[in-house]
DNA sequence: CATTTTTGTTAAGGTTAGGTTAAACGCTAA
DNA sequence: TTAGCGTTTAACCTAACCTTAACAAAAATG
């Protein structure tokens, strides 16, 4: 599982405020860079990219609101929250002119901080999830998409599968040369395991048997008592 | 420019207060629907689509929480705005929780909302952008106009299609070759998910089918209980 | 080896989803 | 009011799907 942190460039010039905010963040499995200014800032962010940047509005030199311009000409996607010293209105707007996504009032609470991060997270990250999920399959010189329930011989014409057939192929693939116990896909399947249940699945077995027949690659083998097995040889393994 | 103005639902039971955002927000070019409570507003969120809702934290029978929740189970990705009573850190963690994007605390400074709004939107947008963009698709030797509702083939005169059926075609296009859940189109097109929409769209699916049959490049298959699939095989596509 | 249990396989039956056509409905504009 | 259009509903039919039954074969059991 690539379980890869989500990193933060937090800017603070307040030593004191941004190490225990860092800390905080780090505890909670964020990946924080602190910079002490807008300048450090912004050559930071240039340097890496950054999940969500958190900016202090009142900092010398450069403050948030220039930071945040500067940031939105180079990534027009980066979440933005302000830390603003109170609610000041002016501050506010100026801050959402600079392209910011929300704002916190100094000082706040740190769970709302938080809750703020992985609502703005959430919202970004759903996009590139999409595929998370396995659902093709390489079975000897079948391929088996699972999401269109279809199963394919080399190039030949797709073999439309029905929706038993489908995800019990697929549970075997998911356990491809392992033992796929019976009761798994009883209770994953047919959410039941009695006698019928049973017997429907040893009627849909011989179904994806029939299937597989024209390759020699694959095959579902029987475990007495336990389930199934399918097991792909290694076919003609090309060194492209 | 199609600057269609951006939908609010707005949840609010105090009728003064709510007439008074809603007026204010329509000043500022957005169509505004308002509910008097939980209920009211889920019916309306049901019969349309919105870009944002705002939703009142305290109402009878059925409160911002519940409200929230429900809007999510429909659709993971409308903006959700909370209004709070007061900064109760409970609510506001709370609402998170629920799926909110945001939240204002009232009384509340109607500039901030707008500029909130904003930001929201345009975090939005740029996810958004990319499908709202497509309006023309290429469709084997056709070609579909999506704005002008128009079907052509090859240099032939151009097919009219009637709203549905236009709407129908560009979701199919929108996901071509891959699954385009039924549920999606009813939901989307037909705003209603039941025996007699599921029906009326297979009846569309046939005119459809009957349009696109002089062409062998395109076809519209069905994925029993799931839905339908656009399969475009390439044609002969020229080595550039 | 006889018996029981589990599995292999095919076919029949019933249920539901989908394909298609035509009629009915409702709206709008002449 | 009617004519035209888009849409829904009805009706009928076919295809898809799943379960169950029936019988055969294999494996386990004693």
New binding site residues.
Partial sequence: METENKKILLVEDDPNFGIVLKDYLTMNDFDVVLAKNGMEGFEKFKKDNYDVCILDVMMPYKDGFTLAREIREKNENVPIIFLTAKTMKEDVLKGYKAGADDYLNKPFDSEVLLMKLKAILQRKSSNTLADSKQFEFEIGNFHLNSKL?FLRYKDEEPI????????LLRLLALHENDLMP?ELALTKI?RDD??????????????L??YLKRDDLAE?????????RLVVKAGNEQAS
Same sequence: chains 1, 2.
Wanted: proline share 3%; hydrophobic share 30%.
């Fill in positions: 329930r439309k599968l029905s929706p038993k057939e489908n995800e019976r047919w009695n006698y019928f249940t049973s017997r429907s699945m040893d009627v849909y077995i011989a179904k048997r029939k579902i083998l029987n475990i007495h008592g336990e389930g199934f």
